[in-house]
C-alpha cells in the first residue's frame, strides 16, 4: 500500500511538472516552416517580444509605438519578418493596441481559444507560429467587420520607402 501511495505522488508531480504552458508552445511549435528552440528565439528577441511571441503574452496597453503609426507600409513579423499587416487596412480602435481590419491572406494562421466560458480566435504567424493578437467582430463595419488586436512588439514596421 505504501508502495502504491508513493507512485500516485511521484506521477502526479511528473504530471504537475508538464503546465498547460509548455503543452501551449509544444502545438505553437508544430507545422510551422520556422521552427527554432527556445534558445535560439530567446538570443533573437528582445525579452518582451519574446514573451508575447513564443509564450502568448499580451503586452499593456497603450504602450506600443506602433499603436499611433499611421505612415504608409507594411507591418511584418518580428520574429521572421513575414508580412502580416498592409498599413491601409489599420485603423484607430481606441483601444491601445495596433489594430488592422484585414490580415495579408496566407501570412496568418488562426485558432480557436476557449477562455472562461467563450470562444477567442487567436492569431499567429502562419511562418514561425509566433502569437500575435486575437481577432474580434467589433471591427469597422464598412470593410470587413473585423478588428485584429496585435501586440506592437509581435511588429515591425517598414515603411514604403524602404
Avoid at 499603436?67 to 487596412?89: H, M, Q, R, W
Wanted: proline share 4%; aromatic share 10%; net charge negative.
Amino acid at each position: 500500500m505504501k508502495y502504491l501511495g508513493m507512485l500516485m505522488i511521484c506521477g502526479s508531480i511528473l504530471i504537475s511538472c508538464n503546465s498547460p504552458a509548455q503543452k501551449k508552445m509544444e502545438s505553437i511549435k508544430d507545422g510551422f516552416k520556422i521552427s527554432k528552440s527556445d534558445a535560439e528565439w530567446k538570443s533573437e528577441l528582445d525579452p518582451a517580444a519574446y514573451r508575447v511571441l513564443r509564450e502568448e503574452g499580451t503586452e499593456r496597453a497603450f504602450s506600443s509605438p506602433l499603436n499611433d503609426n499611421y505612415e504608409a507600409g507594411i507591418y511584418v513579423c518580428a520574429g521572421c519578418g513575414i508580412p502580416l499587416f498592409k498599413s491601409d487596412t489599420k485603423f484607430d480602435s481606441g483601444t491601445g493596441w495596433p489594430s488592422f481590419d484585414q490580415e495579408i491572406s496566407g501570412n496568418v494562421a488562426f485558432k480557436t481559444q476557449k477562455s472562461f466560458g467563450s470562444t477567442i480566435l487567436e492569431e499567429h504567424c502562419a511562418n514561425c507560429g509566433g502569437h500575435l493578437g486575437h481577432v474580434f467582430n467589433d471591427g469597422p463595419q464598412e470593410t470587413t467587420g473585423k478588428r485584429h488586436c496585435v501586440n506592437g512588439v509581435a511588429l515591425k514596421f517598414i515603411p514604403n520607402n524602404e
